[in-house]
């Protein structure tokens, strides 16, 4: 745990406030008022060459001898892209989408949306009984559960618009370490092991996720060749060898023989958009997130620019006084997100009305000093689905591109079914849509209107790829799985090193909070509140319950960008100035940091 947020609420300016002039910055850093003492973290991968930070170690190989093959950040977020999807099944995937947050060294910033679309006979009640009751399962498990899948075109377009290096290139090591499989490592393995009682319920998932009917074991080889003769498929013939042909007659197929309702019809017709990142700022820094059809980028500026009014870094790291606004400000964005975001084809997002200055303010009065401000006090609206488990990687080259992907099939192991022989799990996501307006979810998450299900539209996301600037210059890249969490890990990461000037090791392990407008918790993971904290919250207010670690499903995978200028570097907790360093969630057992 952090050690050196320490309240030093006896410092009126800390160093790393962007509002100190650099000079007296830098004389309280050399007097040692503000110094870190820092935790006893890992120090995270250092590079000067550029970087690929993901939840699987073959896959941020995969990134990184890329990059040493001379390809950019976006080719090796493809090869990544793919690799992830043979060597970390729970969640890497072709049979899901995601969102890719993209700034090139030219200065451009970009944002490709390849969420999936629900299926052209989708309704707005397929997933409620004759009674108008949720069937909780069926938007889970089964064919019904599943969006067209947007990774091939998504990771395709990317590669087209912004990529160097020929497909075949990027995808020769996903289909190899299918091809040849792979060895598992207890990380691995413990991934896989999540998704047992499924693999057994069908014969062709049975046959490659389990080893003779049992749960593999660390340093048996998984292979794939179902899976990596799909993936030949596109190397060869592009996103048409997955949206036309043998691959979407299979899924469409298989899913018609399970109530599923893809066809072949939804694959051709499915399209990806690009548009600019969602831009905010914070203390001098610009946030590039992710617009609809995820709420991250949103909620994730909302609850910034809320916190832009207090001095977070003097009040410290979890200190009651600190939980207290951060979970203000989440309870507020999340009220707003559940109630007002859905997919921009279909619904008006009422963005600038969120971002305002004038919003920011409302919500700042309605943040009493030393009180919780129940969340039924706030007018209803209702909120979105999320759950485990999805992936993030981010990649930084030599040259200053950098990419943040995050992708998902929503559920561990997605609906948990593979279409013939095409060896790829599908996706869960239209549990992300709103099965009924105002009915909990069964993670206990209520959903609204703006999400409700409708033939081609995108459910709404709570992924939230992110890449902060300082004038113009990137100096974190991160983002995570987790679900409704994971904008508030995204959030915390940032405070964390903005704020607190925690090492990137650091701000990534820290135990974190959460809190969602609704239900009115207030989570902590372990050791993230002390017991005295607990109490003081618990006297203003909060009810306080255990955030459930979710390891792999809430594992977070970051860069740092040291700025050149030392006291700018020290400022955000960069040991040295002008390089890149690479964390891998300590949560995540099977990630790691490479660098070229
Ligand atoms: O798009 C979303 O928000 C969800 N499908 C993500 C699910 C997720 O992160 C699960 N991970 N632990």
Redesign the pocket.
């Known amino acids: 745990m952090p050690s050196r947020i320490a309240n030093h609420s006896c410092i009126a300016v800390p160093a790393h406030a962007p509002a100190a002039p650099a000079l007296a910055a830098l004389v309280l850093w050399a007097l040692g008022a503000t110094a870190p003492a820092h935790a006893a973290a890992p120090a995270a991968l250092e590079s000067a060459d550029g970087m690929v930070v993901t939840a699987q170690h073959l896959a941020s190989e995969a990134g990184a001898a890329i990059l040493r093959q001379g390809g950019n950040a976006v080719d090796a977020a493809v090869a990544v892209g793919y690799a992830l999807a043979v060597t970390h099944p729970c969640?890497g995937n072709l049979g899901g989408g995601g969102f890719m947050t993209i700034h090139l060294s030219s200065g451009k910033n970009t944002f490709i949306n390849f969420r999936e679309k629900a299926p052209l006979a989708a309704r707005a009640d397929m997933f409620l009984d004759s009674h108008g009751s949720p069937i909780g399962d069926k938007s889970v498990n089964g064919f019904l559960a599943a969006g067209v899948p947007g990774t091939v075109l998504g990771l395709e377009t990317a590669r087209r618009e912004y990529g160097t290096l020929p497909r075949s290139t990027l995808m020769a090591a996903a289909i190899r370490l299918a091809q040849d499989g792979f060895i598992l490592t207890r990380g691995d393995v413990d991934a896989l092991e999540a998704g047992t009682t499924e693999f057994r319920k069908r014969p062709n998932v049975a046959a490659i996720f389990l080893h003779q009917g049992a749960p593999y074991k660390p340093g048996e080889r998984l292979v794939q060749t179902q899976l990596a003769a799909t993936l030949r498929a596109i190397s060869a013939d592009g996103e048409k060898a997955f949206y036309q042909g043998h691959i979407a007659d299979t899924v469409a197929a298989a899913a018609r023989a399970d109530g599923g309702l893809l066809t072949t019809q939804d694959f051709a017709a499915y399209s990806v958009t690009e548009s600019a990142p969602l831009y905010c700022s914070y203390r001098g820094y610009t946030v590039l997130s992710a617009p609809p059809p995820?709420s991250g980028g949103v909620t994730l500026c909302e609850m910034l620019q809320v916190l832009e009014g207090y001095p977070l870094g003097t009040l410290g790291f979890h200190s009651s006084a600190s939980v207290h606004l951060m979970t203000e400000a989440m309870r507020h964005a999340y009220r707003d997100r559940n109630t007002y975001l859905g997919d921009p084809a279909f619904v008006d997002n009422p963005i600038e009305r969120l971002l305002s200055k004038h919003h920011t303010d409302e919500i700042r009065a309605l943040i009493q000093p030393h009180r919780a401000t129940p969340s039924s006090a706030l007018d209803t609206g209702t909120a979105a689905a999320?759950?485990?488990?999805?992936t993030h990687y981010s990649i930084v080259d030599v040259r200053g591109n950098v990419v943040s992907a995050t992708y998902?099939i929503?559920?561990d192991f997605g609906a948990k079914v593979i279409a013939g022989n095409t060896g790829f799990f599908l996706n869960d996501?239209m549990d992300?849509f709103t099965a009924k307006p105002g009915a909990a979810n069964m993670f206990g998450l209520v959903q609204g209107k703006a999400n409700a299900i409708a033939p081609g539209k995108r459910?709404l996301?709570?992924?939230t790829p992110t890449i902060v600037l300082k004038d113009g210059k990137p100096v974190l890249v991160l983002g995570s799985?987790?679900?409704a969490r994971?904008i508030t890990t995204v959030l915390e990461i940032i405070v964390n090193i903005i704020d607190h000037s925690m090492t990137l090791q650091e701000a990534v392990d820290a135990p974190r909070i959460h809190h969602q407008w609704l239900p009115d918790t207030l989570a902590g993971e372990p050791y993230a509140l002390s017991a005295d904290t607990v109490r003081s919250l618990t006297e203003m207010g909060y009810h306080v319950v255990p955030l459930e670690p979710?390891g792999t499903?809430?594992a977070a995978e970051a860069i740092g960008v040291a700025p050149a200028d030392w006291v700018q570097a020290k400022a955000l907790g960069f040991p040295r100035p002008g390089v890149l360093y690479g964390a891998s969630d300590s949560r995540a057992p099977a990630g790691s940091a490479a660098h070229p």
């Open positions: 969640c995820s999320e759950k485990a488990t999805t998902t929503n559920d996501e992300d459910p996301s709570s992924m799985p987790g679900g994971i979710w499903g809430n």
